[in-house]
Each structure stands twice: as C-alpha cells, then as structure tokens.
C-alpha cells in the first residue's frame, strides 16, 4: 500500500501539537462509500512493549471478512507517551507495516480516533491524510466529546459532541455490549464509516479488522506466526 512520505516526527510534544492543528484543515470529510465497491478492507493495531512498538495491518475479503494478508512492523517508540499525541508515537511503525501490504485495499478501518479527538486529527486521520485509500476510526474509548447513551440493541447509534460540533458516532456494534466510537479518518463520511463499521462486525463488539490486527499485533510481539 502507498504511504506518501511523512513529515518529520521527531518532534516535541509542543510542536505535535501545533502539527495537528495545521494538519486538520486537510482532512476531506466524504464522499460516501459505496459499498459494493469494497472488495478488501484493512485493519490496523498496535502492541507495545517497553520501548518497542509492533504493528500489524489485516486485509479481509469484503464482505466475506476472510483474511487474505497479514503485515507486520517492530520499531522502536521515540515518543513520550501523550494523551492527545499517541499518533506520534505509533505512526512510523504503523506506516511500516501499510508499506508492505501488496493487496489492493479499498478502506482502512484503525484501533484509534480519527475525527473525534480534542484538534481532530486523531492516528486515522493524522495518517488518512498520506493514504489513497479513507480511513475510518473506531476506538474502544472515548477520547472528548459528550453523549446520550445509545439503544441497546446492535446498530443504534447517537452523535459525540464535542464544542458544539458532531465529531463521531458512539455505535452499539453488539446487543447490550459497550459501544465503540466511530469517526471519519480521511475521505469518507461519518454514516460509512458507521456502516462500514457494521458490516464488519458480525458477532463481536470489535469489528473483524481490529480483531484480527490486534491478535496478529501480539503475534508479532511474542515472535510468533503472523498467519
């Protein structure tokens, strides 16, 4: 998968900051996907261990949710750990592991926040921005923002708020099961990356992609076959 070249990452947590706020401007909001057009979709995880970073990339079949590759990369972590600036920190070994998938992906669904983040630029929309494929976040926590609590059935959803602006869904993936927070990375819509989302979440509160990445993440981690 192409990664356009990065900006520089040896940074310090005052300039990652300023970094995000210049970036966020650039994330396009849409179009909508169109899912008969999705043929194989991505996921991203990452596993740390002291000062080691294991990422690894999934790319499923759509929409059957079969694996068809699975990618890795170990580097080391040179940020501090920041709430807010975690992309700093995970970034270079994610990208890593993009780069040597060969399948073509037609969406990348990431273990982190996209929009909903306090300078909106969250891993899937830092790094959505060097992609030329969307990206869509889907975290297992809230990071900012405000909520009603949704349905408890699978697919009810209700809009996380943040200074007045929606920034992502909070979706209820399975019955009576904590929901996942769902925003746009980079060249989608927030009701596809809901969807999609969906779609990818057959049977358990985490979609496929996330599932298997983060099971081939501790794979990596333990030295292990990834697939």
């Known amino acids: 998968m192409k990664v356009r070249k990065l900006h520089d990452l040896d940074l310090s947590p005052s ?3 300023r970094l995000q706020k210049e970036l966020a401007p650039k994330v396009v909001t849409g179009p909508p996907l169109d899912p008969t057009s999705i043929n194989h979709v991505a996921g991203a995880d990452v596993s740390t261990e002291g000062d080691r970073a294991y990422a690894t990339v999934v790319v499923l079949d759509f929409p059957g949710l079969a694996p068809v590759e699975v990618r890795g990369f170990e580097t ?4 501090p750990y920041v709430p807010g600036l975690l992309a700093f920190r995970e970034i270079p070994a ?3 592991a993009l780069e040597k998938v060969e399948t073509p992906v037609d969406a990348v669904i990431f ?3 996209g929009l909903a983040h306090p300078r909106r630029m969250g891993l899937a929309s830092h790094l959505g ?3 030329d494929v969307p990206s869509i976040g889907c ?4 990071l900012v923002g405000t909520h009603d609590e949704p349905g408890r ?3 009810n959803a209700t809009d996380l708020v943040h200074k007045g602006e929606i920034i992502g869904k909070v979706l209820r993936t399975r019955s009576n099961v904590s929901p996942v927070y769902v925003s746009i990375g980079n060249h989608t819509d927030l009701q596809s ?3 999609l989302v969906l779609a990818c979440s057959p049977k358990y509160r985490l979609p496929e992609t996330t599932r298997q990445a983060h099971d081939a993440a501790n794979h990596l981690r333990r030295g292990e076959t990834l697939f």
Not at 76 to 79: G, K, M, R, V, Y
């Open 139 to 142: 975290a297992k926590t809230r």
């Open 94 to 96: 994610v990208a890593g």
């Open 129 to 131: 921005l060097f992609l």
């Open 153 to 155: 059935e699978k697919g």
């Open 193 to 195: 990356a809901v969807e």
């Open 15 to 17: 300039g990652a900051s």
């Open 76 to 79: 080391e972590l040179t940020f």
């Open 111 to 113: 273990d982190a926040q």
